[in-house]
Structures are given as structure tokens and as C-alpha cells.
């Protein structure tokens, strides 16, 4: 069975900046890092493929954001920079079989991971 698990969410202040981790049981699939925060939609953030050639981004998390994967540790990074109140929220792995897409049709999710920003 394949299971994702986050790790690396946390308090920041404006400005500031985190990495969150996915690990991955199982084998490799196209990943993203979705976010929802209270009362929203959840979101797509960003999206890697298996071999890490192609990325993926919504527009605004471009440039502040960036996606990255290592196949040997079976794991997905998040470097979240320039953070901003609004982008607090639960971030969540998701995994796919199939080409990435910015909707929420994943195979698998992780449980989230809470990234808090202060003013």
C-alpha cells in the first residue's frame, strides 16, 4: 500500500522561509504539493515528474516556490520562499500513475502538513 508522509511545516514570519518533505513508500510516481486553508478550495501548488524534467507551477507560487525530488530517497521537496500570511494552510503530497494535472485527481494523498505564516 502506498502511503505519503509530510514533514517540515511549521511557524514563520512573513518573509521567511521552509522546506517541506514527502516521503514515498512503494515506487515512483508524478507527484505535487497541493495546499487548503480554512474555508478554500484545495489547491494545486506544484508538480513534479518521475524523472524531474518537467515541473509544474501555479502562477503564484512561481518564483517563490520550487519543487525538486530525490528518486534514490523516494521523496519530494517543497522549498517555500518569501512567505506570506496567505500562504498559510495544510500542504499536501499527492501522488499519481498519470501525467501531472493542477486538478485534485491524485491516487494517493498524504495527511498534510501545517505551514503557518505570521505577519
Known amino acids: 500500500q502506498v502511503q505519503l508522509v509530510e514533514s517540515g511545516g511549521g511557524l514563520v514570519q512573513a518573509g521567511g522561509s521552509l522546506r517541506l518533505s514527502c516521503a514515498a513508500s512503494?515506487?515512483?510516481?508524478?507527484m505535487a504539493w497541493f495546499r487548503q486553508a480554512p474555508g478554500k478550495e484545495r489547491e494545486f501548488v506544484a508538480g513534479?515528474?518521475?524523472?524531474?524534467?518537467?515541473?509544474h507551477y501555479a502562477d503564484s507560487m512561481k518564483g517563490r516556490f520550487f519543487i525538486s525530488r530525490d528518486n534514490a530517497k523516494n521523496s519530494i521537496y517543497l522549498q517555500m520562499n518569501s512567505l506570506k500570511p496567505e500562504d498559510t494552510a495544510v500542504y499536501y503530497c499527492?501522488?499519481?500513475?498519470?501525467?501531472?494535472?493542477?486538478?485534485?485527481?491524485?491516487?494517493?494523498w498524504g495527511q498534510g502538513t501545517q505551514v503557518t505564516v505570521s505577519s
Open positions: 512503494g515506487r515512483t510516481f508524478n
Open positions: 513534479i515528474s518521475v524523472s524531474g524534467g518537467s515541473t
Open positions: 499527492a501522488a499519481r500513475n498519470w501525467n501531472i494535472v493542477t486538478g485534485p485527481n491524485y491516487d494517493y
